[in-house]
């Protein structure tokens, strides 16, 4: 029995550049997706967000390059909050998955492995 699930993910970009936004997020999505198993045709909604200093291109669109044209996107920008990481992209993914006991990995990468070290895995 399939049940909806909440995948979350982080990562970071060097720069405040288009591509070095999408880019990040396409590697993101992929790796949330792979270590998941999520089936893109089962996802619901997608939300991302970013801190304030990353408005050089919406992370949304990393998923359209993807071919991801019937999710529900959306974005956002993080709270500014003082000493919180810098140019840091966040998602959060919910999907049809697996059963009530299937468990989720959430992906943190780059930079972003420092926000919840308990969650990175070995092989990151």
């Known amino acids: ?47 991302f967000t970013a801190t304030p200093d990353l408005n050089a291109a919406f992370p949304a669109e990393a998923a359209r390059q993807l071919g991801y044209n019937d999710w529900a996107l959306l974005d956002s920008v993080e709270m500014a909050v003082p000493g919180s990481l810098p140019r840091c992209i966040r998602v959060l993914i919910h999907a049809y998955h697996g059963g009530p006991g299937q468990e989720v990995q959430h992906v943190y990468l780059r930079e972003a492995k420092t926000l919840r070290p308990d969650r990175v895995a070995a092989r990151d």
Not at 8 to 37: F, H, P, S, W, Y
């Open 1 to 47: 029995m399939e049940t909806v699930k909440a995948f979350r993910g982080a990562t970071t970009v060097d720069a405040n550049t288009r591509e070095a936004i999408l880019a990040a997020t396409r590697e993101l999505l992929t790796e949330m997706i792979a270590r998941n198993k999520i089936d893109p045709r089962r996802v619901i909604s997608v939300f």
